[in-house]
């Protein structure tokens, strides 16, 4: 072991140094590797090796063979989807975690884990402005932490459910914008997409109150259940904002469980002048915000808030015999919050990126976000061939040439295709539409405008 050891801290010092440059300059590689489908696996062996290797044959691999197969997240030009940052506090604490391979299954498991979980997402929760009651949880993903919010009302709505199996009828609520893992909720808990109600937009693409409110007569009278209504605060295609004080009071009438899903835009509940938009979402029965989306954590920190965790408990608390331990309320047993059972080290890295970038660290780079996507709306709206499609509250900004998709479609290959920079599309109202992402804390503005620039450039020679 010893020896083994030796190898570990040399390898293991090369590594972050690797690490260390690539952080440094990311630009060294194209955002989007340029390999076919099924390259790497045709240059990795078919079968794994029958006796162990050195590290530096390993980290040889690495760098000849892996990385060059990697679309760089990381990389300042990554400006499609919602773009991420892993920052270095966060790959610090991920090291930290895989080096302690602590399981915070139940308390005594490890109290670390537990424990730093409620601190980290407590801090979180304040910097967002959310009352003290709200209970938080960490999950891999958005996708998981809805899936639990979907869980939780409906154990609300029908507490039978949990010895029966779902009862038919329950029916679900959201806006047509909300993201698809919504309806995938629906899907894996049995609700049934048939029991989905996509809610029409106004021409902000935000949902319309009146047409909830018709959507559930029309249901009520044909003798179905609603019973969970999620509003998206950010939605994935132009980050607009549902009306939350609406969504709260037609939930509260219509004793719907209400799930925001902010697994973006919530972030920018930190900034003061933000804050107005999240208005009413104090009122939810839960709440996700993605630490991996736009709070510089890389990939996977999902909070997942609920104001009831009796209720989740209540829909997910089973406990076999192996598992029993002492009663103490002040132990918390997160398994008895949720699916999962082993719960790795998550809060650590959350932990080490709230402390060293502080809450005004977060806001400044949030703000630079915002700015840049503000000075790249007014730059579209000046070049009289493109539109903007979409208002700018956060920092994606929806654009597309004016005329044909064809064109469209051809200029985001143009863009992307360069390998400096890498924007993603979307659909708006049937038009295929551009969108640009800012998140990375290594995007400075003059890359926004480079990628302004190099938009341009890709539209002069379509
Ligand atoms: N909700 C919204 C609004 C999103 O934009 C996304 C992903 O982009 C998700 C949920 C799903 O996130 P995750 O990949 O963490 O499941």
């Known amino acids: 072991m010893k020896a083994e050891l030796e190898e570990f801290r040399r390898a293991a010092c090369e590594a972050v140094d690797w690490i260390a440059a690539y952080l440094e300059d990311p630009r060294r590689y194209p955002v989007l590797p340029r390999i076919r489908p099924g390259e790497l696996i045709e240059a990795l062996p078919a079968a794994g090796p029958e006796t162990g290797e050195s590290y530096q044959a390993i980290l040889r691999d690495f760098e000849r063979l892996v990385v060059p197969a990697v679309t760089h997240w990381n990389h300042p ?3 499609a989807y919602f773009a991420c ?6 790959v610090i604490a991920e090291m930290l975690a895989a080096a302690l391979n602590t399981n915070g299954i139940h308390w005594l498991t490890s109290p670390a884990v537990v424990e730093l979980e409620q601190v980290a997402l407590g801090w979180l929760r304040q910097w967002l402005g959310l009352p003290e009651e709200f209970f938080g949880e960490i999950f891999d993903t958005a996708s998981v932490s809805s899936l639990h919010a979907i869980a939780a009302a ?3 709505a029908d ?9 038919p009828g329950l029916t679900l609520y959201c806006s047509e914008q909300a993201h698809s893992s919504i309806e995938k909720g629906a899907l894996a808990l049995g609700i049934g997409r048939r029991h989905v109600r996509k809610i029409p937009v106004d021409e902000e693409f935000r949902l319309r109150p009146e047409a909830l409110e018709q959507a559930l007569r029309q249901d009520l009278a044909a003798g179905l259940r609603p019973f969970c209504l999620v509003a998206t605060a950010g939605t994935t295609s132009t980050t607009s904002v549902d009306p939350l004080e609406a969504a709260a009071d037609i939930a509260a009438r219509h004793g719907l469980w209400l799930h925001v ?3 973006y835009a919530g972030a920018a509940a930190i900034l003061p002048e933000k804050r107005p938009l999240f208005a009413g979402w104090e009122r939810a029965d839960s709440i996700v915000v993605n630490a991996h989306k736009w709070l510089f ?4 920190l999902s909070a997942f808030y609920t104001r009831r965790p009796e209720i989740l408990r209540r829909a997910f608390c089973l406990t076999p015999e192996y598992l029993r331990t002492a009663q103490d309320p002040r132990a918390v047993n997160l398994m008895d919050y949720g699916v999962p059972l082993g ?5 650590l890295k959350l932990w080490f990126v709230l402390r060293r970038m502080g809450r005004q660290g977060v806001i400044e780079a949030l703000r630079s976000h915002i700015g840049w996507a503000q000075e790249l709306a007014a730059w579209i709206e000046a070049d009289p061939r ?3 499609v979409a208002p700018v509250p956060f920092s994606v900004v929806c654009f597309r040439l004016r005329g044909e998709d064809q064109r469209n479609r051809r200029l985001l290959e143009r863009v992307n295709a360069g390998g400096e920079f890498f924007l993603s599309h979307t659909e708006l109202g049937g038009r295929y539409v551009l969108r640009l992402a800012i998140g990375n804390l290594g995007t400075t503005r003059q890359d926004v405008r480079r990628a302004w620039e190099t938009v341009q450039r890709a539209a002069d020679e379509l």
């Open 77 to 79: 030009g990554f400006l």
């Open 85 to 90: 940052t892993g920052s270095p506090p966060a």
């Open 154 to 156: 409906r154990e609300m």
């Open 159 to 167: 507490p039978e459910a949990r010895e029966r199996g779902a009862r």
């Open 261 to 263: 899903d902010a697994a």
């Open 297 to 300: 954590t890389p990939l996977d």
């Open 343 to 347: 719960r790795r080290f998550r809060a």
């Open 386 to 388: 493109f539109e903007r």
